[in-house]
């Protein structure tokens, strides 16, 4: 008998999964399951705790799935992916495997992994790699002379060309597989690594994420360029922590908004559109670290950015992951961080401009907390989003762009409902004083149990210019 093994890393599903589909096309096969962490690789990648525990919580919803369709999960733990590597192998010979199936990861750490597998077992197992994780798999949206897009609106372009081409269809979950024996469900011992409690704003399960993303492209999608941008309001999908370790694909969240609004396409000025915009920005930085590795080393793509002379300086760095500033909506949306594991996808661009341009503090410390910190970390996504505002990346924000804190904050939050959520400190300030509260207790002469702002935005503006500037004259010829 054929023997068939899904080896199961960021796809923690059933449905629409593209190695575990084509494992079980073969009725005859004997179909086995497998993941390995790896909490010394996790350690190395900053992934934080309560994402370590959203996939435990899933990978034991999957092994009671798999179990249903009498396909066993085997569970393995191991220090690093050079010992993942040697267990995988060993378990191959042991179990006799004809074919390892696989959704490829775009990382160069796990492409490594891969591609040493694949040696390592090429004598005895035929290994299947899936484009499993994108809509359209890197290297094939590319310009005219064949390489990848540095800007993103022609990237789109040509990335919506494509995918109006492409077979995106999801694949159903598997049926339960012709043998007669019962899958025993033994206890999946928690990794060795610290988990966090994930909280209720996140259900578990494949079941609760598709509920999630029927309602928001039923209920709220349409209204989703009105309110995206305003953190006390809920008007964003909330599914990137399902994507994040593959309880839901991009195919599914597509179809589904095709289903309920099947103008999207067409009506590039509706909600539903901005949504699939937000979707592509996700192809793009994951197409991006497959074009440039070094990305996946904390390199910045412009290359002159690496001049700037950041200051070091570590209590207004704590300052910053505390939540302690003095800015309310940068401390609301940090403490949101700390409490949650999630941020509201305007507060990231907030708090990623304060850290580089108010406080001139190295953008790679900041991706390195929030990788600690999010539920929904990913490493093309946060990379990208962090080298946009930081604007050391590839289709940057100009160096010149600096939000100011305080009007972002009147802006985005005017009543101030989700600096109080999170600020309870500042709950008896009024409105129209929210956003500069010092001035406000000033007047009424009296002391706010709230920090002083850690910086004077103006001040800071003009040295985070000049520390760029200087950096782009240092880095062109003299003479």
Known sequence: ???????????????????????????????????????????????????????????????????????????????????????????????????????????????????????????????????????????????GEGSMYKVYTPFRRAFLDRLTESDSRSL??????????????HRLTPFDFPQQSVGEDFPVGEEAARDRLRTFCRETVQDYLGQRDLPA????????????????????????????????????????????????????????????????????????????SWRHAPQDLQAWKEGKTGYPIVDAAMRQLNDTGWMHNRLRMIVASFLVKDLLIDWREGERYFMSQLLDGDLAANNGGWQWAASTGTDAAPYFRIFNPTTQGERFDTAGRFIKTWVPELSHVPEKAIHQPHR?????????????????????????LAAFESAKRRNQPTG
């Open 440 to 464: 406000w207790a000033e007047k009424q002469q009296c002391v706010l149990d709230y920090p002083a702002p850690v910086i004077d935005h103006s001040l800071a503006r003009k040295e985070t």
């Open 233 to 308: 309001e809920d008007g964003t999908s909330l599914l990137s922590p399902y994507l994040a370790i593959g309880v839901l694909s991009p195919r599914q969240c597509f179809n589904r908004l095709r289903t309920e609004c099947p103008d999207v396409l067409e009506r590039r000025d509706g909600g539903a559109f901005g949504w699939l915009n937000e979707l592509i920005w996700r192809e793009f930085y994951r197409h991006l670290l497959v074009a440039w590795p070094k990305l996946c080393k904390h390199q910045p793509f412009i290359e002159w950015t690496d001049n700037v």
């Open 1 to 143: 008998m054929t023997t068939h093994l899904v080896w199961f890393r960021n796809d923690l599903r059933m449905t629409d999964n593209r190695a575990l589909h084509a494992a079980c096309e073969d009725p005859q096969a004997r179909v086995m399951a497998v993941f390995i962490a790896t909490p010394e690789q996790w350690k190395q990648h900053e992934m934080a705790p309560r994402q370590a525990a959203f996939i435990y919580q899933h990978l034991q919803t999957l092994q009671h799935s798999l179990a249903e369709r009498r396909i066993p999960l085997h569970y393995h733990q191991c220090d690093d992916f050079v010992d993942s590597v040697n267990w995988l192998k060993a378990f191959c010979a042991s179990e006799k495997v004809d074919a390892l199936f696989y959704n490829k990861q775009y990382e160069i750490n796990e492409r490594l992994r891969d591609d040493a597998l694949e040696k390592a077992v090429s004598s005895d197992v035929l290994c299947h790699a899936f484009d499993d994780s994108l809509l359209l798999p890197p290297g094939s949206v590319t310009t």
């Open 172 to 185: 159903p979950a598997p049926k339960a597989r012709n043998t007669q024996n019962d899958v025993s469900l």
